[in-house]
């Protein structure tokens, strides 16, 4: 493969994807690895975004509405496929190679949580849909780091599944099936109790707003160019990480259940905040005041979709930054998700309360993604942006504080 040609041939596309300046030495940094490890060329590259959740935390599993976009981080691999029934993968940082095969594709609970569960789970759900699968060597890389809210799991899993449909399917699989099957992996064989929305954004790409409540998710693209309007788009790393944390979002979710059981529901988007209201004296003692609260937060922030999105389609900025304001609120008194109970660190509060001093009245910030640890979001005014970011990284580290652009497709692949 001559990934300059390749890489040259796709220069518009990719300047898209990230933000005006193609990666070219990371492709071929990658393809070398391909060689090194696997004696061969390459056949392709397959890219999955990060994603950043906009406004919406923690409303997908509920079926709720967010909205989200796909970034300029992402996840690529270089691949080909080797004619047996083995997926070897090598991922950048890890020791040793990722195998499975998938003569075995049942679930495997020793696998939990592991890369092994992913892959294995990604080609039990394509091929049970009749979709083709084989096996491949895969050199993988990516600017997504763990713990940062951008959801390196769901550009993981996304990414299988575009390889599997690259190699053996001829690119067939549309954009939120990839999601859906994404999710199976991560809920059945990973064992992590996820929504839909990091897969949904990674997959679709752009910025989307998204109704999980009907059977095939409703998913619109909103136009607006934040960088042009005077904004950067930020994430800031604080501290703590995702990986032991399984517990506390499966709380969430355990108790909101709870919640929908004592309303007869199936899931808080089939009922509403008025019926809500009305229980509360039935709920009291049966469920927690935690998930009570949490269930608040899930129908004051769906709401609150809908309220940014009409603001950023009249171009009132002022009162969609104020939407994003009111969600990070939302999710500290309500969601309570900003802190492991019981631990004397609170990097989020730290963070968002720094925010809050710099930004109040120009900006927004809110914690980002599931919350208990890793990034906070931040839309900093560009004539800010330097002093935002020296301030953040000399708490939280150089480096802490990274703009992103919205990256307009999801999965690719060049070949």
């Known amino acids: 493969m001559d990934v300059r040609a390749l890489l040259n041939a796709n220069d518009a596309r990719l300047r898209a994807l990230y933000g005006g300046e193609v990666p070219a030495a990371r492709y071929e940094s990658l393809a070398d690895a391909f060689r090194a490890h696997f004696s061969r060329e390459p056949q392709a590259f397959v890219s999955a975004p990060g994603r950043t959740e906009v406004i919406g935390n923690h409303t997908d599993h509920n079926l709720g509405r967010v909205l989200a976009a796909a970034v300029d981080l992402d996840t690529v691999a270089a691949v080909a496929p080797n004619g047996t029934s083995l997926v070897t993968l090598w991922s950048e940082g890890y020791d040793k190679s990722f195998?499975?095969?998938?003569?075995?594709?049942?679930?495997?609970?020793?696998?939990?949580?592991?890369?092994?569960?992913?892959i294995r789970g990604v080609a039990a759900r394509l091929k049970e849909l009749g979709y083709k699968v084989g096996g491949f060597d895969a050199c993988v890389t990516s600017t997504v780091f763990k713990g940062s809210g951008l959801s390196s799991s769901a550009a993981f899993e996304v990414m299988l599944v575009a390889v599997f449909d690259a190699l053996y399917n001829g690119w067939v699989v549309d954009a939120k099936l990839?999601?859906?099957?994404?999710?199976?992996?991560e809920n059945v064989f990973f064992g992590k109790p996820s929504g839909l929305m990091d897969q949904m954004a990674s997959s679709v790409g752009g910025l989307v707003t998204i109704d999980f409540l009907p059977d095939d998710p409703d998913v619109r693209a909103i136009q607006y160019d934040f960088q042009k309007k005077g904004y950067a788009v930020c994430v800031v790393t604080v501290g703590g990480d995702h990986g032991d944390l399984t517990s506390e979002y499966a709380a969430i979710t355990t108790e909101l259940h709870e919640v929908c059981e004592a309303l007869g529901v199936r899931v808080l988007a089939e009922t509403n905040v008025e019926a809500l209201n009305a229980a509360l004296p039935k709920l009291k003692n049966r469920v927690p005041d935690r998930a009570i609260l949490r269930a608040f937060h899930f129908f004051d922030e769906t709401a609150r979709v809908g309220e940014a999105v009409a603001a950023l389609e009249r171009d009132d900025v002022r009162s969609f930054l104020g939407a994003l304001v009111a969600s990070g609120e939302s999710s500290w008194k309500l969601l309570q998700n900003l802190y492991v109970p019981g631990s004397s660190n609170q990097e989020m509060p730290l963070a968002l309360e720094m925010s809050r001093r710099m930004l109040a009245g120009r900006g927004a910030w809110r914690i980002h993604g599931g919350g208990f640890a890793g990034t906070i979001l931040a839309f900093v005014p560009m004539d800010m942006l330097d002093a935002y970011r020296a301030q953040m990284d000399a708490v939280f580290g150089n480096g802490a504080t990274v703009a992103l652009s919205i990256r307009p497709e999801g999965a690719v692949v060049l070949q």
């Open 178 to 185: 990839r999601a859906q099957i994404s999710k199976y992996a």
């Open 99 to 118: 195998v499975v095969d998938l003569a075995d594709l049942s679930v495997h609970e020793e696998e939990k949580e592991t890369t092994y569960a992913l």
